[in-house]
């Protein structure tokens, strides 16, 4: 009986069990969220030479939209308060998912949420949007130190042997600070942060091209991160637009080649079958990707100003929202597979032959 005493003070409690499973790849419903924010703010914006089905757009109510940017805060904020209460009680898991080479790249995540949040926003910050732009590009910067130093720096991590779709988190978050520096102004700021991630798309687009050994580490489950292929040239389209003023030529190649790659990505369910039998946080990898592509699409729309292109856009902006909507009440109903309350394994982590996510 003292024995049975003794193992249960010894057995962690709930709570800690429930921070032990979280990993930063939860942000992937923030910035799915907030992704989803700033595409409705857009839609409602006012354009010239608007068709019938755009003005229908905006016929919607603003309290829907305020609706999704309160629910994208108070998830990004949660999950941020969760994640620092991991640190906190769990720093050796935290520092395990620091040299993984999937949970690294997850890292980003609530950087990139908060920049999207910061754009969307319907008030006026009590902060100036200078001083939280900075806030939120330092760890940016220090995480690109952190991934880019390494793959061309003496060291066993090198590009080829841990690049994965999700290493195009880090580009897409030097992408969305250049658009969101571009936005308020800081152009020398936006053109730095474009050069260093696009310079790095480059090379991690030609690796993942080859598919070099080393590059096969994704497990069936974390196949949605496949749809970051092209939301990162999204990106880097809506990025430039706003460096240059218009989507211009540059803008549009980028956008295309983004098309080709979601056309490829989606035209191979096989690839998706085993992730899609059972629910997990790695599906929320589907909406972000699908709202960053509809963004350039109704920009590209705006720029050419045609009917088809109006229509299309309107299309992948309606698929965008469903998706969101069909992840947001399967991840109500199944909670307990999001973040399972059994006491959590052994962890498998290690700085170079780990391939599942933390």
């Not at 003292?2 to 709570?15: A, H, R, T, Y």
Request: include cysteine; charged fraction near 15%.
């Amino acid at each position: 009986m003292e024995m049975d005493g003794e193992d249960e003070l010894k057995k962690p409690s709930v709570f800690l069990q429930l921070l032990a499973k979280f990993h930063a790849g939860y942000f992937r419903i923030s910035m799915s969220l907030c992704g989803q924010a700033l595409l409705w703010k857009i839609l409602k914006q006012p354009i010239q030479n608007e068709n019938s089905l755009r003005r229908t757009l905006r016929l919607l109510p603003n309290t829907a939209f305020l609706l999704l940017w309160s629910l994208a805060l108070f998830i990004l904020a949660s999950l941020s308060f969760i994640y620092i209460l991991r640190c906190f009680f769990h720093f050796k898991l935290v520092k395990s998912e620091f040299l993984h080479r999937v949970g690294l790249n997850y890292l980003f995540a609530p950087w990139i949420s908060c920049l999207l949040l910061l754009q969307s926003s319907p008030f006026k910050a009590l902060i100036p949007n200078q001083i939280l732009l900075w806030v939120f590009l330092i760890p940016i910067v220090v995480l690109d130190v952190k991934i880019y130093g390494q793959w061309f720096t003496k060291g066993k991590r090198f590009l080829s042997s841990v690049a994965n779709p999700t290493n195009q988190l880090s580009v897409i978050g030097n992408l969305a600070g250049a658009w969101a520096a571009a936005v308020i102004g800081w152009r020398e700021t936006a053109l730095c942060m474009f050069s260093i991630g696009m310079a790095h798309y480059l090379v991690l687009f030609v690796t993942l091209y080859q598919r070099l050994t080393g590059c096969n580490c994704l497990p069936a489950t974390l196949r949605p991160v496949f749809f970051l292929y092209f939301a990162t040239p999204s990106m880097a389209s809506l990025a430039w637009a706003s460096i240059n003023g218009e989507f211009d030529t540059f803008s549009k190649m980028l956008f295309f080649l983004s098309v080709f790659l979601a056309v490829s990505v989606v035209s191979r369910p096989a690839l998706f079958r085993k992730s899609m039998r059972k629910f997990s946080v790695a599906w929320w990898a589907y909406s972000f990707p699908l709202s960053v592509l509809a963004l350039a699409c109704n920009e590209y729309a705006k720029e050419v100003d045609a009917e088809a292109a109006h229509v299309i856009a309107l299309l992948l902006s309606l698929l965008s929202v469903l998706v969101s909507l069909f992840l947001m009440v399967v991840t109500v109903l199944r909670t307990n597979f999001v973040i399972p309350v059994a006491p959590p394994p052994p962890p498998a982590i290690n700085s170079d032959n780990s391939s599942a996510e933390p």
